[in-house]
DNA sequence: TGGCAGAATAATGTGCACATTCCGATTTTG
DNA sequence: CAAAATCGGAATGTGCACATTATTCTGCCA
């Protein structure tokens, strides 16, 4: 005899953490859209009023968008779009490299057939993409193929810690540059990558990345953002912290 | 009504985030020192009696802790320390030896006369606490030995990375075993580090270090903490808020 | 006219009171 | 007697009002 009695409520998840959760987009997606450039002030009450939130969820928001790197937070003085050195780019990408080419080589010494269909799945998805010329489409599916590797090889630390790796580094040329997406990534970069990682040949997979990761830091650093406030009011025009489709 | 007061001109550096870090740093070191077994609930009214401030102190403290790892969060419910799985941990190992190996490797590459001068007075203090049977300096110093490699590096993230890394390695057998911190690493393997380093020997290095985590992780698998409640006032005996020598 | 001092204003930081939710004990009923 | 429903207390979540600090504006003086 089975106990359906237990009333486990799965998850309830409840609107203060949708809310939260809501205004933490709406201003991370206002970075990603290039709407807030470097050393742009985040005032709490404007963000209240544009948000229509209070002022506390916005703070809370601010609090862990500062914690997670996104924004800079001086004392008593406010929140601010952060200007990313050059050099820190250099720096995220090294770390990236470090990562990334043991990663691969790890992929190239244990993955299974599910990974390889996975890999072949999301080359195959980012052909389509440069092929029906959708350049939003394609810019998201290049990030999310270096989280796909770290997720391939089934830690889910390694894929937490690449994933925050990866939006810094993005985060550069989405504040600096935004109207450069189409160039980002060359995918073509990536379908040679899994075709070494298929074949299991570990040392071209790793000199691969190294130099896919090389040519992009080297496309970033080739590109210096012209310094230029902006209104919160047009930066956050069309998006809001309620749920949208 | 006016404030005749001084204006001041320097930093006042407000109890603002003195207060805070002071708060962090006090859960942080109750959870260090092994006094707060994992599965403890942190309530928020207790520690704000036990440490002296205000709730919403505490809150913001909790908030931080959360956000970097080192409590675990259910909305509605509290705030718990973690129960890491060995699962986890051995992630987190896997993870710093990606990074690791690459940093050896590194060293080995493009060390400096003055990089290797602070390797080689690091060993030295390592193996002075060993003569001198100090454990809770030798403990300090495995944990530093890590975080000078990166920082060797020259790469801010990457420091910073790896010193989070090392804090949630190290938070495991701070929960579950605070009373067998002697035994922690073996110094004699950081000095065999050190000499592949100085030798600029890559392979050799890399492969020490490699056994040196693999060894580490081993270790602390091998020891299963036995889940057990602990009063709040207990745990925090000695530890304040306010600065202490 | 330019620069400095002081006040007005706005933004950030903090504590408090209240609403909501959860846990536990007691009671009631089949 | 056992299981379930209910009610009370406590903890978490949230908005608000106030204190503190920074910024800007204005007027005065060299």
Redesign the pocket.
């Known amino acids: 005899m089975v ?1 359906p ?1 237990k009333k486990v ?1 799965a998850r ?1 998840l ?4 949708a ?2 959760k809501a205004v933490y987009d709406a201003i991370r997606r206002a970075m990603l859209m290039g709407r807030l450039l470097p050393g742009t ?6 963000l209240s009023r544009v948000l229509k ?5 916005v ?2 928001a601010l609090h862990r968008l500062v914690h997670e790197g996104w924004l800079e ?7 601010f779009v952060p200007a990313l050195t050059i050099e820190e780019v250099r720096e995220i990408y090294d770390v990236r490299t470090m990562l990334e080419t043991a990663i691969v080589q790890r992929l190239c010494a244990e993955h299974d057939l599910p990974a390889a269909q996975r890999l072949k799945a999301h080359v195959s998805e980012e052909r389509q993409a440069v092929r029906s010329d959708d350049r939003g489409r394609l810019f998201g599916l290049s990030g999310e193929f270096h989280i796909l590797l770290a997720e391939l090889c089934g830690n889910e630390q390694l894929s937490r810690l690449l994933r925050g790796l990866l939006t810094r580094s993005t985060m550069h040329f989405s504040l600096s540059a935004p109207e450069r997406f189409h160039n980002c990534a060359g995918p073509h970069d990536h379908a040679d990558i899994v075709k070494a990682i298929l074949a299991r040949d570990a040392k071209k997979a790793a000199k691969l990345m190294l130099d896919h990761l090389l040519g992009l830091v080297e496309w970033q650093s080739a590109w210096q953002p012209p310094p230029n406030p902006v209104a919160l009011e047009e930066a956050f025009r069309g998006i809001s912290a309620k749920r949208q489709a």
């Open positions: 106990q009695r409520k309830p409840k609107g203060d953490v809310i939260d002030k985040l005032r709490e009450p404007a939130v209070s002022r506390e969820r703070r809370k937070a001086v004392p008593n003085r406010g929140t």
